[in-house]
Every structure is written in structure tokens, then in C-alpha cells.
């Protein structure tokens, strides 16, 4: 079964970096759309950044040019490079791995929730 394990999650000020990692188990990260996801209290989920099979990636309006998605097939590891962050970034973070491949169109969970990774960003 598909699993994900997240972590990295840090308390920083405004203006810091993070890194999280998201360790798949029970499936090829490469052959899947892959995702970072982020939920704030009294908000709903929204997608932060996307991978798809080929390496292309996009990202949120809000994240452009300050997050990186990456992955480390190796390792079967995503990665979420994060930087100039906000108190607005102030979430907990998810991965998951998505249906269809190339990251087209309505996306679908292939991969369980993993239990996420706080990330608190203060001004």
C-alpha cells in the first residue's frame, strides 16, 4: 500500500527557510503525479506545489519563486524547499501521490494521507 511519511516542519521567523521531506513507501515516486498540499486552521486544503512523472513542475500563485518542489528518486523522497517564508505559509503540509501522472486536469489521491508536518511561520 501506498504510504507517506512527512517531516521538516519547524517553527522560523518571517523571512526563514525550510526544507520537508516526504518518504514514500510502497510505490515509485516517479511514475506518479506528486504533490504538497498545506491546510491552515479554518481553511481547506489547498495544493502548494506538483511534480509530475517527467520532472515538470508547477506551484501555487502564492509559493512562485520561493518554493521548490524537487525529489530524489533514489530515495523515493520528496522534497519542499521553502523559502522567504510568510506568516501566510503558516499550515500543516502533506504530501500525496496523484492521479493522472502528468498532473493534468482533476487530480486523484493515489497514496494515503501521511500524518503531515506543522510549519509556523512568525512575523
Known amino acids: 500500500q501506498a504510504q507517506m511519511a512527512e517531516s521538516g516542519g519547524d517553527s522560523v521567523q518571517a523571512g526563514g527557510s525550510l526544507r520537508l521531506s516526504c518518504a514514500a513507501s510502497?510505490?515509485?515516486?516517479?511514475?506518479?503525479?506528486m504533490g504538497w498540499f498545506r491546510q491552515a486552521p479554518g481553511k481547506e486544503r489547498e495544493g502548494v506545489a506538483r511534480?509530475?512523472?517527467?520532472?515538470?513542475?508547477t506551484y501555487a500563485d502564492s509559493v512562485k519563486g520561493r518554493f521548490t518542489i524537487s525529489r530524489d528518486i533514489a530515495k523515493n523522497t520528496l522534497y519542499l524547499q521553502m523559502n522567504s517564508l510568510q506568516p501566510a505559509d503558516t499550515a500543516m503540509y502533506y504530501c500525496?501521490?496523484?492521479?493522472?501522472?502528468?498532473?493534468?486536469?482533476?487530480?486523484?489521491?493515489?497514496?494515503?494521507w501521511g500524518q503531515g508536518t506543522q510549519v509556523t511561520v512568525s512575523s
Open positions: 500525496a501521490a496523484l492521479r493522472p501522472a502528468y498532473c493534468s486536469g482533476s487530480l486523484v489521491p493515489f497514496s494515503n
Open positions: 510502497g510505490f515509485s515516486i516517479s511514475i506518479y503525479c
Open positions: 511534480i509530475d512523472r517527467d520532472g515538470i513542475r
